[in-house]
T-cell receptor, first 113, second 114 residues
């Protein structure tokens, strides 16, 4: 009974490159949330998706960031033209519904050179 | 709007002594409250949740929390700390807009001394 799987665990990019972060929810979960943990800060909500739909993206930066959760395959958080300030730990969580507990993956730690 | 405030950024206890991690919430609704724990370089693990049933909530690993509406508090306690309890603890409230997105406190680092 695998939990939430995130890959890669660590990702290094140079400024201006693209970063793709993947999240496979727990079996039976169709709700996915992405959170970002900046150094010395708590976690902040970014985006909430259900299969093929973005439900709430109020926490996403307006530029360079996008997310998807296709009918088949993992959810993807994409950051284009990365900058130093994007260095953070990105966590994915999944649940069976918006009123159900969220289960977290181990995160992807993104470092920008 | 919902929010949570963790009153201590760092708590240090000796092994075998009680643990108290403090959290106050602000919510215009009856809130759903959680405590999560994060060990270094790991994801977050749910310790316990309050969803308007019993005010005293028992969680995993001997932790419990009491919801006190009059004090708007949801403090986390454990009678006897273990070395493996050393970690970052987050008090969390669920947004009641219907999305279920979580609003995190700033976290409390628990240090357990031998």
């Amino acid at each position: 009974n695998a939990g939430v799987m995130q890959n890669p665990r660590h990702l290094v990019r140079r400024r201006g490159q693209e970063a793709r972060l993947r999240c496979s929810p727990m079996k039976g979960h169709s709700h996915v949330y992405w959170y970002r943990q900046l150094p010395e800060e708590g976690l902040k909500f970014m985006v909430y998706l259900q299969k093929e739909n973005i439900i709430d993206e109020s926490g996403m930066p307006k530029e360079r960031f996008s997310a998807e959760f296709p009918k088949e395959g993992p959810s993807i958080l994409r950051i284009q033209q990365v900058v130093r300030g994007d260095s953070a730990a990105y966590f994915c969580a999944s649940s069976q519904g918006s009123d159900q507990p969220q289960h977290f993956g181990d995160g992807t730690r993104l470092s920008i050179l | 709007a919902q929010s949570v405030t963790q009153l201590d950024s760092h708590v240090s206890v000796s092994e075998g002594t009680p643990v108290l991690l403090r959290c106050n919430y602000s919510s215009s609704y009856s809130p759903s409250l959680f405590w999560y724990v994060q060990h270094p370089n790991k994801g977050l693990q749910l310790l316990l949740k309050y969803t308007s049933a019993a005010t005293l909530v028992k969680g995993i690993n001997g932790f419990e929390a009491e919801f006190k509406k009059s004090e708007t508090s949801f403090h986390l306690t454990k009678p006897s700390a273990h070395m493996s309890d050393a970690a970052e603890y987050f008090c969390v409230v669920s947004d009641r807009s219907g999305t279920g997105k979580l609003i995190f406190g700033q976290g409390t680092t628990l240090q357990v001394k031998p």
